[in-house]
């Protein structure tokens, strides 16, 4: 068998255009492990996914299969990007968004995997949890009109951006930091008003943790950055998450033990001198 770098140059675009073409070129290049024309054999299927998605679900399969993880973000990313999973009768997007979450994160975690770029990755995964808070506020629904986003999927998506912006808060760059945490508070602010109580005490807490760590992240951000116009915006962001974990305390008190009541107070206590360190810079 020729190498898949001969096969396709020896394609130009116009005859990688045809999907059926460039799927079996795609499959040429896995099985000759030429990751730069697989990926341009994905470009040219996600630039017709609109009128035959069956294509890029195939070329995920094969990747799969082959356990090239690079390759199947990639062409998971194409579904994602060409935003197909719009139509709910196609994929299901918590399901599609949980699998391209959980092996992004596999490969940042892999320390067998020293060439790829862990930045783009971390902010892939932002993006993707980003995603997930849009398509979770639009409360779309399959065709039982049932909401796609259970209170089992918020669940996974809400822990989960918990769990990154809280166990990379050292390692990630500090404004992805901040992306993740504040998809958390989102994704928080979604759940139905008569969930259990229990749910309840404990999304508020969730909620709580990450608006500390949030304000945390942006006042180190605000004293760092040479900006002033962005120093002043990261103070102003640091007191709206004050403001939150504030409002939230006062009211949950009554309903916390006392051990976690003396920790929050004590996490308040701190805030209020982040406060005041704010307010001074923005003048107000």
Known sequence: MPAAANILLAMNDATLKEPMTAYLAFKVALKQEDTDSALRCLNQISDGL????????????????????????????????????????????????????????SVLD???????????????ICNLFKTAVDEILKERRDNKSDKLFTIEELDWFCKNAYNLGLGNAMAWEARHVITILECCLSIISAYPADVPAQMVADISLRGMFCNFMAATV??????????????????????????HFHETLESRVDALDETSREDLQFKLSTLLVFEFEGATCLKS
């Open 50 to 105: 609109a009128s035959d998605p069956k294509y890029i679900y195939a070329c995920c399969l094969e990747a799969q299969q082959a356990m090239d993880r690079i390759t199947t973000i990639k062409a998971l990313q194409h579904i994602v990007l060409k935003h197909q999973f719009h139509s709910s009768d196609l994929i299901h997007i918590p399901a599609l968004l949980r699998v391209l979450i959980r092996l992004e994160v």
């Open 218 to 243: 942006l006042l180190a951000l605000a004293r760092s950055e040479d900006n002033n116009e962005l120093r002043l915006q990261d103070y102003l962001n640091m007191r709206h998450h004050i403001q």
């Open 110 to 124: 892999d320390e067998k995997e020293t060439s790829i770029d862990r930045e783009g990755i971390v902010k892939d």
